[in-house]
Each structure stands twice: as C-alpha cells, then as structure tokens.
C-alpha cells in the first residue's frame, strides 16, 4: 500500500474546537484530558502541548489518528463523525456556540483577556 497525500477534513477544526468548548476546557486542560486518556488506555502517549490544540483548531495541523480517537472518546461520538466532512456533530456539542457563531466567541474571548489586562 502506498501513501498518498489526502487532505484535512475542512470541518475538523471546527468541531475540535466546539468539542473543547462544550466540555468546557482550556487548551491546557483539554492537553491533559487526552493525555491522561491516551495513558489510561495503555496508548503511547504522544507529546502534546497547548500549541497543538491551538493548531488543531486553526486548522494549521492535523492530529494524529490516535489523539483524533481520544477526541472522539471524550465528547463520546464516533470516530467517524469527526473525519467526515458530511456528518455534524451532534447538537448538544455545538447548538449554543452555532448561535453564537465562531468568530463572535474570538472577539469575546479576545476582550475578556483584554478586560483582565486592564488595572483595577
């Protein structure tokens, strides 16, 4: 079998992110869910920090196929639902932030850190 070079599935950084969100986990927290899940499964466990969350959901890197299933396992859907590009993640992972929109939930988050710089 040979390798051949296939693309990142377009929504994966999406529901990456809404999946961090809807468990409510900062990229550090989400680092040792996955690690300690990977660990907890007898996996190798693979380096993984901050950044590469931060990544993942920019779309700038893929994960590999063993953080992808730990993904999976901890927002409790199938593999599959977050490779397919025509498959959605179920609504309670995603429905308040869908509203909301991405880019609304960038700007809030760049004004709270914003807020918390400024001196009280």
């Not at 900062?26 to 996996?43: I, P, S």
């Not at 927002?75 to 609504?91: K, R, T």
């Amino acid at each position: 079998m040979g390798r051949s070079h296939r693309p990142m599935p377009r929504r994966l950084p999406e529901k990456l992110f809404y999946i961090r969100l809807h468990l409510a986990l900062t990229q550090e927290q989400m680092v040792e869910r996955l690690l300690a899940a990977m660990e907890a499964a007898g996996d190798d466990v693979l380096p993984l920090f901050p950044g590469h969350i931060s990544e993942y959901e920019r779309g700038e890197r893929e994960p590999p196929l063993i953080v992808l299933l730990h993904y999976a396992r901890l927002a409790q859907i199938p593999l599959e639902v977050l490779v397919d590009d025509g498959l959605s993640l179920p609504g309670g992972l995603h429905a308040k932030y869908m509203i909301m929109g991405i880019d609304s939930l960038k700007k809030r988050k760049r004004m709270k850190s914003y807020r918390s710089q400024q001196p009280k």
